[in-house]
Nanobody, 122 residues
């Protein structure tokens, strides 16, 4: 069992930056691929970024490529999402996700966090 707790969301102006963190419980954090999804009101949950168990591979949605960066610290059981040059369309609830396999689809996720709100003002 893995529990995920996100933090770092908030209100930011367009063009600004935020860093999300996701702290995981359990001793097997390094066994999991980690990632982030987001869901805006009235829309489906969408993939944002993922990182392999050792941080050696990352993958991004086209909409965030070049602006967001995912990283992890296995010693701290934490995954991060650095979000730069934020746009109003990035506004959503951001969810941390964990899976024993590399993933880009929500159905492949084993564990979810509770979500953290990111609001971008124009």
């Amino acid at each position: 069992q893995v529990q995920l707790v996100e933090s770092g969301g908030g209100l930011v102006q367009a063009g600004g930056s935020l860093r999300l963190s996701c702290a995981a419980s359990g001793r097997t954090f390094s066994s999991y691929a980690m990632g982030w999804f987001r869901q805006a009101p009235g829309k489906e949950r969408e993939f944002v970024a993922t990182i392999s168990w050792n941080g050696g591979a990352t993958y991004y949605a086209d909409s965030v490529k070049g602006r967001f960066a995912i990283s992890r610290d296995n010693a701290k059981n934490t995954v991060y999402l650095q979000m730069n040059t934020l746009k109003p369309e990035d506004m959503a609830v951001y969810y941390c996700a964990a899976s024993l396999k590399n993933f880009i689809q929500a159905r492949e996720v084993n564990y979810w966090g509770q979500g953290t709100q990111v609001t971008v003002s124009s």
